[in-house]
């Protein structure tokens, strides 16, 4: 029932917010969201303390925590119901969520300023489908909620975005709905080709892993098919190169408080959806296509910190150093070791808080100087230094800097890959190349720093410049001990993470 009860409070606190005067619209908002993540707050509590050695949800459905099975309807022949329940892939990731969500609206007093009522009740309307979407274990229910973060997305950017709004939140409306349609056609095509009756995901998972006498097409089995299929529609999510053009102009055109949701969120519904469909139920395909899997994630780890290098706008350069960063999840997945996949779910969560801190820092900059170009200010440490030196701190943390999260989730996955009998002889040259990646992020990171925030003061725009508000510095204060406690005690969540991608690794070594 907890889960319903999340769902639930969200969604009606959604629409009494829309309900709500502007001027108390954010307010409002902000206690909604309180609820949920304080209660997922106590959930990952109860799950740490008593639930430590749950299992997977699709492997071992018996080990599921806050666990919930209503029938619903029958559908073409397949059991469709209401299925809900955590493990310790999706607990932190559902934890993440709430948090974020909350601390992303309480940053949304500044810049939104028309329509609050709407703003606000559609970022809430957004988190109904995110704590959907990681909790779901039944795919008709999962779909209706991975669907569903489209529509508020598609208004939050293209109604309170930049000048380019409407173009940006049409390009990522087709993109990603275009990789939805891909994505369905890969699974069902294999749905088809069982004797499934349900659609519940732990039933899923044992008929594809365990399927036999499945056709081929062109000498190519369709388990290959398929998983390219899902891997392709899940990745343009994610997103890796080359399926990532729609990302920038989605973080640049929309506002700061839906950016934070974009990177710290939405983004790890691709690599969550990768690592429960193509690598947990199409193990044995994903092991036989490691290598080239790889290498999509150590190209899009150099080329999204290439890219970030080449940028002068800072929502620009954090906006591609995600590519970078979702790159490493993919080289740890395809790693099928116990540090490697475990290291790369410990990033979905540590990039979820760094990223989101990094634009949020960003968007309290921006709501003083009206501007993100990098050569149209200097100085700032001297007039914004609690804000100043949070974005420091994220940065290093970006970098990789020890007793950070970012170091804890890197460090693991370049220890699973290293010597990962899934990537042979390869595997110490591709992590080796992704390691490389860090170099260039600390060189664009280091660049833009000592270009806006240091030296004498310069401002091409024409305001005043001073500290930041209570409330635009207390969220940043919130996620970055957040992204330091996660660093120094990774044990947090990494696990329960272990216990979740046991099945999948051997629980060997």
Known sequence: ????????????????????????????????????????????????????????????????????????????????SYYVGLDGVSMPLLTLTTVLTSLA?????????????????????MEVSLIGVFAALDFFLWFVFWEGVL??????????????????????????????????????????????????LPAMAEAFRNASGLPEFAGIGLATISFVLMFVGFAVKVPV????????????????PVSVMLAGVLLKMGTYALLRFNFTMLAETARALAVPLAIVGVVSVIYGAMLALAQRDLKRIVAYSSISSMGYVILGLVAFTPHGMGGATFQMVAHGLISGLMFMTVGVIYNTTHTRMV?????????????????????????????????????????????????GSAAPLLTSLAMFGIVIVAGYLLWAMQRTLFGGF????????????????????????????????????????????????????
């Open 458 to 509: 310069h401002l091409e725009t024409d305001y005043e410049v001073g500290p930041a508000a209570f409330h635009d510095v207390a969220p940043l204060a919130v996620l970055l001990l957040l992204v330091i406690a996660l660093g120094v005690a990774p044990d947090l969540s990494y696990d329960m993470i272990q216990h979740a991608i046991a099945p999948l690794t051997g629980g060997g070594a």
């Open 241 to 256: 190169f080359p399926l990532h053009t729609w990302l920038p102009d989605a973080h640049v055109e929309a506002p700061t």
């Open 105 to 125: 609206i309480v940053s949304a007093w500044t810049p939104i300023s028309e329509r609050q009522s709407q703003f606000y009740g559609l970022m809430l309307l």
């Open 1 to 80: 029932m907890w889960i319903a009860a999340l769902l639930a409070v969200t969604l009606l606190g959604s629409v009494g917010v829309m309900l709500t005067p502007d001027r108390y619209a954010g307010k409002v908002a902000a206690a909604v969201s309180a609820v949920p993540a304080l209660a997922s707050v106590y959930m990952y509590y109860v799950f740490l303390t008593q639930n430590g050695g749950a299992g997977n949800a699709l492997l071992s459905p018996e080990g599921i925590a806050f666990g919930q099975q209503v029938p619903w309807i029958d559908l073409a022949g397949y059991s469709i």
């Open 151 to 200: 529509i508020p997305m598609y208004f939050l950017i293209g109604v309170w975005g930049g000048p380019r709004r409407k173009y940006a939140a049409i390009k990522f409306f087709v993109y990603t709905n275009v990789a939805s349609l891909v994505m369905f056609a890969g699974l069902f095509a294999l749905v088809f080709n069982t004797d499934l009756t349900s659609l519940a």
């Open 375 to 423: 050569g149209d200010m200097s100085g700032l440490a001297d007039r914004m230094p609690w804000t100043v030196g949070i974005f420091v701190a994220a940065a290093f943390g970006y970098m990789g800097l020890p007793l950070m999260a970012g170091f804890a989730g890197e460090f693991l996955i370049f220890q699973g890959a290293f010597d990962a009998a899934t990537l």
